[in-house]
């Protein structure tokens, strides 16, 4: 996925600053789309080279002028041709499970404690995932379209699912531990 795309889609919904959309990936996308404040900035530039979204330069007085960038109509045509086309496999890259693959090289106590903090790091997460409803409200209601809060929502389902899916699988993992023979 592109981060250029990803700004297109919220400015889609409205003008913003560099600022405003920090905070709009910060309360909505972050669990699976991060990102930072120059990453965004460096993607603005490219978006206008590209002629897919202006600046507006607003002028305030004791401060700064502010940036307040708009899609444009190509803008919104190649966000509309990025969404039809066809997602490109994840990249199957999990750090964890290549340190699992040769943990029969840790003592017991060793691999477990190492799905346990894993499994720390998924609660922590679940928890993360349940404030995203709330931070995303402000959103849903400047946008005050519950087919866009549908689609968010399902987002936000699958991160939970996959998260529940991996603690499962952790549990599980970390129970059968102890039940391993080790080699003499």
Not at 27 to 51: E, K, N
Request: with cysteine; proline share 6%.
């Amino acid at each position: 996925m592109s981060l250029s795309h990803a700004i297109l889609g919220f400015l889609n919904y409205a003008p913003m600053t560099g600022y405003d959309l920090k905070k709009a990936f910060d309360t909505s996308v972050c669990h699976f789309w991060p990102a930072d404040q120059a990453q965004i900035y460096r993607a603005l530039r490219d978006l206008m080279r590209r002629g897919w979204a202006t600046v507006e330069i607003v002028p305030q007085e004791d401060r700064p002028n502010r940036k307040v960038y708009h899609i444009t109509d190509s803008g919104r045509e190649e966000l509309r041709r990025w969404l039809c086309t066809p997602t490109e496999p994840e990249d199957p890259r999990v750090p964890l499970l290549i340190k699992v693959f040769f943990a029969g090289q840790l003592a017991d106590e060793e691999a477990v404690a190492l799905l346990e903090a894993y499994e720390a790091r998924l609660r922590a997460r679940l928890e993360e995932y349940a404030r995203i409803p709330q931070q995303a409200a402000q959103y849903a209601e400047a946008i005050q379209s519950p087919r866009e809060v549908f689609f968010w929502a399902l987002t936000l389902d699958y991160g939970v699912r996959l998260t529940r899916a991996a603690m499962e699988w952790t549990e599980e993992a970390r129970r059968a531990i102890p039940n391993v023979r080790r080699e003499k």
